[in-house]
Nanobody, 120 residues
Framework: QVQLVESGGGLVQAGGSLRLSCAAS????????MGWFRQAPGKERDFVSRISRSGGSTYYADSVKGRFTISRDNDKNTVYLQMNSLKPEDTAVYYC?????????????WGQGTQVTVSS
């Protein structure tokens, strides 16, 4: 059982930066891989990034590679998504998710989402 709460979303101009946080409940954070997803209005939920249980392996969608960085702090039970050089097409609700496996991941737990809006 994992509970996730996202925060850090907001309104930013194109080219700006935001850092999203996802806090996990319980004492098993180090045993779960974490992922970030996003969903724009009228579109499917898309994969953005994931990080392994130890934090030693990361993966990014091509659309955000070089601009976004995922990281985790197991002492704080928190995963982060640093978003730089934001574009209007990054506008979406961003969700974090938890998986008990690194590869392939199976995301059984999801947060409530946080809105990110990037203006031109």
């Amino acid at each position: 059982q994992v509970q996730l709460v996202e925060s850090g979303g907001g309104l930013v101009q194109a080219g700006g930066s935001l850092r999203l946080s996802c806090a996990a409940s319980g004492r098993t954070f180090g045993r779960i891989a974490m992922g970030w997803f996003r969903q724009a209005p009228g579109k499917e939920r898309d994969f953005v990034s994931r990080i392994s249980r130890s934090g030693g392996s990361t993966y990014y969608a091509d659309s955000v590679k070089g601009r976004f960085t995922i990281s985790r702090d197991n002492d704080k039970n928190t995963v982060y998504l640093q978003m730089n050089s934001l574009k209007p097409e990054d506008t979406a609700v961003y969700y974090c998710a938890a998986s008990y496996t690194d590869y392939p991941p199976k995301y059984d737990y999801w947060g409530q989402g946080t809105q990110v809006t990037v203006s031109s």
